[in-house]
């Protein structure tokens, strides 16, 4: 009778999934137009830059080293702030390149980012914080920042289907 009972629950079984979990630094140059148009927008990019991941790519394999990162797109000034003074909400793509035990991986994943002092960005794999520390080329007062130093802190997080075999076993 038990065994009749639990027979209904093997079908609702969702595929295997293998989760990546692990830390990341990430640090670098990001760059930017100044903010032009009557709303304010400008263009951003990342280069040189890099990215360095501890901790779970998926299954037993883990990161082993640092990668290149880059990135560009666009950012909106911020009602409450100047384009000067770094308060924006921007959006583009992001690629990088994580080593793990087995193999290396190439990344591009869409990007969303807030700024105004200290930020938040995230990716589908990638959530976490970044600062633009002083000094800048640009003083927020005379001119725009056009170019400055990133460190980031970053969860990276995603859930890998895992594919059946010839024989439909996983």
Same mark, same amino acid.
């Given at each position: ?15 295997? %999934? ?5 830390? +990341? ?13 009557? &709303? ?13 991941? %501890? ?20 950012? !909106?000034?911020?009602?409450?702030g100047t384009g000067a003074c770094l308060h924006q909400v ?14 290396? &991986?190439?990344?591009?994943?869409? $990007?969303?980012? /807030? ?6 960005? $995230? ?5 976490? !914080?970044? /600062?633009? =520390? =002083? =000094?800048?080329?640009?003083? +927020? ?9 990133? /460190? ?19």
């Amino acid at each position: 009778m038990a065994g009749l009972l639990a027979f209904p629950l093997v079908g609702a079984v969702p595929p295997a %999934q293998a989760l990546g979990a692990g830390a +990341c630094t990430i640090t670098g140059t990001i760059s930017f137009e100044p903010p032009t148009g009557p &709303y304010l927008t400008g263009a951003w990019s990342i280069g040189p830059a890099a990215i360095n991941c %501890q901790g779970l790519f998926k299954g037993p394999d883990y990161f082993t080293g640092q990668g290149p990162f880059g990135g560009s797109g666009t950012y !909106s000034v911020l009602p409450t702030g100047t384009g000067a003074c770094l308060h924006q909400v921007g959006k583009g793509t992001v690629d990088y390149t994580v080593r793990t035990i087995s193999s290396t &991986y190439r990344l591009s994943e869409e $990007s969303e980012f /807030v700024l105004a002092g200290a930020g938040k960005f $995230s990716t589908p794999s990638l959530r976490g !914080s970044f /600062v633009i =520390p =002083p =000094p800048y080329e640009g003083d +927020c007062v005379t001119k725009p920042v056009t170019r400055a130093t990133f /460190v980031a802190q970053t969860v990276w997080s995603r859930e890998i289907p895992v594919r059946a075999g010839a024989d439909g076993h996983h």
